[in-house]
Nanobody, 122 residues
Framework: QVQLVESGGGLVRAGGSLRLSCVAS????????MGWFRQASGKEREFVAG????????YYVDNVKGRFTISRDNAKNTVYLQMNSLKPEDTAVYSC???????????????WGQGTQVTVSS
């Protein structure tokens, strides 16, 4: 069972940047499709970005395309989410998750981190 720990959240002004990291507990990390999800207050958790095992194919929800970049370093058991041009509507708890294959549904992800808060002020 892989354990995931996120870091890098915080408070930033609109237009600013943050880089989230998610470290996995062991090398089984490289077997999983990795996703980032977010949940704003009072809303459902939504898929933000995902990346295949080899790191060459990525997926994004439309409203972050061109602003967010997901990447992974299998040697470090880590997946990243670089967030640029942040907007107040990006405010949410961001969580990384591991799945056996590509999916945008939170129901298909077996392993989750505890989440990290991102707050974007206007």
């Amino acid at each position: 069972q892989v354990q995931l720990v996120e870091s890098g959240g915080g408070l930033v002004r609109a237009g600013g940047s943050l880089r989230l990291s998610c470290v996995a507990s062991d090398r089984t990390f490289r077997r999983y499709f990795m996703g980032w999800f977010r949940q704003a207050s009072g809303k459902e958790r939504e898929f933000v970005a995902g990346i295949r095992l080899n790191g060459l194919t990525t997926y994004y929800v439309d409203n972050v395309k061109g602003r967010f970049t997901i990447s992974r370093d299998n040697a470090k058991n880590t997946v990243y989410l670089q967030m640029n041009s942040l907007k107040p509507e990006d405010t949410a708890v961001y969580s990384c998750a591991a799945s056996d294959g590509y999916s945008t549904s939170r129901l298909d992800y077996a392993y989750w981190g505890q989440g990290t808060q991102v707050t974007v002020s206007s």
